[in-house]
């Protein structure tokens, strides 16, 4: 069991070598597990966390804590005692090594692997960070990938689920990749998904969800993308079933370009008596095209009052300069309940639709 107090342990691997995990991770007692190296974090076969805190992941050189505590896992020497919680990751940039991507790659398709307790926080933050495969899991707690460059300062804010990452120090940031694997806050009221890199891609039947199950307020899925942000094959949701309380789940989208393909589709949703929330996209340019490889999913952006449904559903606004709605994509504000459907908003300066309908 850990100390009385301890709420937070730092732990670093100064070698050369990344880290495998390939069995249970955790610690006894309620402390967040932070795990830094540099040179890389593989996930595999097995990996699992066995905590009642949060954990955070991480390929940054050092973390720090106020203006003078650093531990460094590139340079351990320089380290000092940290009295006082973490406040901020920093990347120093490393022109003789190569830098470690965060990988996780279970065996087993969308098998629940990384999962923390109720309330908690998963965080993953490196330069390129890869979820291919396996679920990530956290009941009404919060879920973070972040995929920065060299020379970056990710400040850590404390929130009510320990941390949220604040990149509003980073001017540059690298890729993250999301293939065939599921991202999952829902509980009794849903928590909070952040995803923030430079390319974002979300494929292969990935779902990235919020769900609120109770009368409980709902979090958000925010995702951001510096330069594009793909969805392919997969989804990105946020549903509501009984009234709930606010706010109630929303999605926000912000990248330069977004692109919606073979049945992609970001949505929100009621199936029940509860109103869904709010789907906002910010992008230079949208492109919707295509449906799902057996013809059963439309690539789109949509908010939903499903069958039996009596709640109302949320807005969509979309602010863009060019939207293309090509074979079968669409946008839709859909009523197949009996609840009232939410308003779409489209402020373009370009539309093009080219074998769809927008509704």
């Keep these: 069991m850990n100390p009385a107090g301890i709420e937070n342990i730092l732990t670093r691997i100064t070698g050369n070598n990344s880290s495998n995990i390939l069995g249970k991770l955790g610690v006894l007692g309620e402390a967040n597990l932070f795990l830094v190296n540099p040179n890389g974090i593989f996930f595999g076969p097995n990996a699992s966390l066995a905590l009642r805190g949060s954990f955070i992941a991480t390929t940054v050189n050092e973390i720090r804590s106020g203006e003078?505590?650093?531990?460094?896992?590139?340079?351990?020497?320089?380290?000092?005692l940290l009295s006082v919680e973490p406040s901020a990751l920093f990347f120093n940039q490393l022109a003789t090594q190569a830098r470690g991507n965060i990988v996780n790659q279970p065996t087993y398709e969308k098998v629940v692997g990384l999962q923390v307790s109720e309330g908690e926080t998963i965080e993953f933050v490196g330069i390129n960070v890869v979820i291919d495969g396996g679920k990530m899991v956290t009941k009404q707690g919060r879920i973070e990938l972040g995929s920065v460059g060299d020379s970056s300062l990710v400040r850590l804010d404390n929130t009510e689920n320990n941390y949220a990452l604040n990149?509003?120090?980073?001017e540059n940031f690298e890729n993250i990749q999301i293939n065939n694997a599921v991202v999952d806050v829902s509980g009794k009221g849903s928590g909070d998904i952040s995803i923030q890199g430079r390319g974002v891609s979300v494929t292969e039947g990935t779902t990235v969800i919020a769900n609120t199950l109770a009368a409980q307020p709902g979090g958000s899925i925010s995702l951001n993308a510096a330069e594009l942000l793909e969805i392919n094959g997969s989804f990105v949701d946020a549903d509501v079933s009984v009234d709930a309380p606010l706010p109630v789940a929303t999605v926000t989208v912000n990248t330069p370009h977004l692109t919606l393909t073979n049945g992609g589709q970001i949505s929100t949703a009621t199936f029940g008596a509860g109103a869904s929330g709010e789907l906002k996209v910010n992008a230079n340019q949208i492109e919707v095209i295509g449906v799902s490889a057996d013809g059963l999913n439309l690539s789109g952006l949509f908010t939903d009052v499903l069958n039996g449904a009596t709640g109302t559903g949320g807005d969509i606004i979309i602010n863009t300069q060019t939207l293309k709605l090509w074979n079968g994509?669409?946008?839709?504000?859909?009523?197949?309940?009996?609840?009232?459907?939410?308003?779409?908003?489209v402020n373009a300066r370009e539309i093009e639709a080219i074998g769809t309908i927008a509704f």
């Design 329 to 345: 994509g669409q946008l839709g504000a859909n009523v197949f309940g009996a609840g009232q459907g939410g308003n779409l908003t």
């Design 68 to 80: 003078n505590g650093v531990f460094s896992a590139a340079h351990p020497g320089n380290s000092n």
């Design 167 to 170: 990149y509003s120090e980073v």
